[in-house]
């Protein structure tokens, strides 16, 4: 998949909440009037412990498992509760009473508790959060992948940067609009949207846009105002009202760059929202999967088609089988690919395509794109009966991935190789690709 969540659409929960540590926090008795339990909009002092998936950390009260943003491990905050959940709670730390070294001044006005939730990392030092997302992958390995500490340590796992700092790097915003007809970005964990003078993490050409409510826009009729300021130089502007698009400036068609080609696709179309990211994962799946002259090659989940163009500039005449289901993708994907006649674009579900035998093996290397869900123990199994030499999977959400590194190593595959990338700075997302290697290798 080429597309990623938009800014501010809000944190959608964890694949099942951690462990906290021991570490935690406790209520006078006075306080707690002998009862059991915390309440809603309750604030208490506790000590945060480790990180944990969904831009959180977590802390114990009274015994009771508790996940705070905007705090980092180590501190001694005052949270307030915001949902409570069985087994756990949700909360806020309003107030550091001792802070990290880490902590930092969020640069951003909006990126506070009670406002916008498009970024959970903006209170932690650009370094700082290359390594809360690394703890986060490896957490996510030996809890759900099933990978020991020592074969996590073998991966030599560290998430990297990308060009252009921490800031106004987003190439695709979708804004919210409330009820006054006012854009903005959503609150944490909610459909509240925050009106905001500006985005920083925005590319500086949406930032220049006159869309949001700061300079005089409303936008009455419509749901959502999508922007795009795409590789190519188009910028375009898209108003969204019940899910028919409605232009109003700017082409709708938007060119971008990567691999070494020239892209055309819609505006709403799904590309990597990173300028440099593109690029970025191209270089890591061929560098991992090293093609060779007459290898052919899946491309599953393949969208417009970026991995399938690349791995056919070095496989040459041999056959490439790109699968995607989205209509608008399958469209990309055959516009774009035109020049590549080896390349055969399936409109299909990748479970039903490998199901119903509309791609067969034997195949010799296997892209694997999923969407967040990731790719599920019955695509893998047939990944790995086809008897590819090596599958490169691209993953954008470390508890699927970790869930599909445990499918591939119950089927005797070891994941050899695994890099991950700040595709998303201030924000808790992370990109990964990893490489898979059949029991043979």
């Known amino acids: 998949m080429t597309g990623r969540p938009a800014t501010g659409a809000g944190d959608q929960g964890t694949d099942r909440e951690p462990g906290a540590g021991k570490t935690g926090g406790r209520r ?12 809603e909009a309750e604030r208490v002092e506790l000590t945060v412990d480790s990180v944990a998936p969904g831009g959180h950390c977590v802390a114990r009260v009274d015994g009771q498992v508790v996940f705070v943003r905007h705090a980092l491990p180590g501190e001694r905050v005052v949270a307030e509760v915001t949902e409570l959940h069985r087994g756990f709670a949700r909360a806020d730390a309003v107030a550091v009473l001792t802070a990290s070294p880490d902590r930092v001044e969020p640069p951003c006005p909006y990126a506070k508790p009670g406002r916008c939730g498009g970024c959970d990392l903006q209170h932690v030092a650009p370094a700082a959060q290359l390594d809360w997302k690394t703890a986060v992958v490896r957490e996510q390995l030996t809890r759900l992948g ?4 020592g074969q996590v340590d073998a991966l030599g796992l560290r998430v990297a940067a990308l060009p252009g700092g921490p800031l106004g790097w987003r190439s695709r915003v979708r804004y919210a609009v409330d009820a006054a007809g006012r854009a903005g970005l959503l609150k944490h964990r909610s459909h509240e949207v925050v009106p905001v003078d500006r985005c920083l993490i925005a590319h500086p050409a949406i930032q220049e846009l006159p869309v949001l409510a700061a300079g005089g826009a409303r936008w009455p009729d419509a749901d959502a105002v999508e922007t795009v300021a795409s590789t190519g130089g188009d ?27 020239a892209w055309t696709l819609p505006a709403s179309g799904f590309w990597q929202v990173h300028p440099a990211a593109a690029d970025t994962l191209v270089g890591a799946v061929l560098d991992l999967l090293d093609p060779r ?5 899946w491309d599953l989940y393949g969208g417009a088609g970026l991995f399938a163009a690349a791995l056919a500039g070095r496989v040459g005449d041999a056959r490439i089988t790109l699968v995607e289901s989205a209509e608008q993708g399958v469209a990309a994907a055959r516009e774009n690919l035109a020049d590549l006649p080896t390349v055969e674009v399936v409109a299909a579900r990748v479970e039903a395509a490998l199901r119903r035998r509309r791609v067969t093996g034997p ?25 590819p030499r090596a599958v490169a999977y691209v993953a954008c959400d470390p508890a699927a991935f970790a869930r599909d590194v445990r499918a591939f190593t119950g089927l005797g595959w070891r994941l050899a190789a695994l890099r991950g990338f700040d595709l998303f700075p201030m924000t808790q997302h992370v990109e990964l690709v990893g490489l898979f290697l059949p029991p043979t290798s």
């Open 235 to 261: 910028v375009s502007v898209t108003a969204l009202a019940a899910g028919t698009p409605s232009p109003v400036r700017g082409p709708q068609r938007v060119r971008e760059r990567a691999a070494g080609r």
């Open 363 to 387: 195949v010799d290397l296997v892209v694997l794109d999923p969407p967040r869900s990731g790719a599920g123990a019955p695509v893998v199994r047939d990944i790995a009966a086809a008897g």
């Open 28 to 39: 006078a008795p006075e306080e707690t009037g002998g009862r059991r339990g915390l309440e």
């Open 293 to 297: 002259p007459g290898e052919t090659a």
């Open 146 to 149: 099933g990978l020991t500490d």
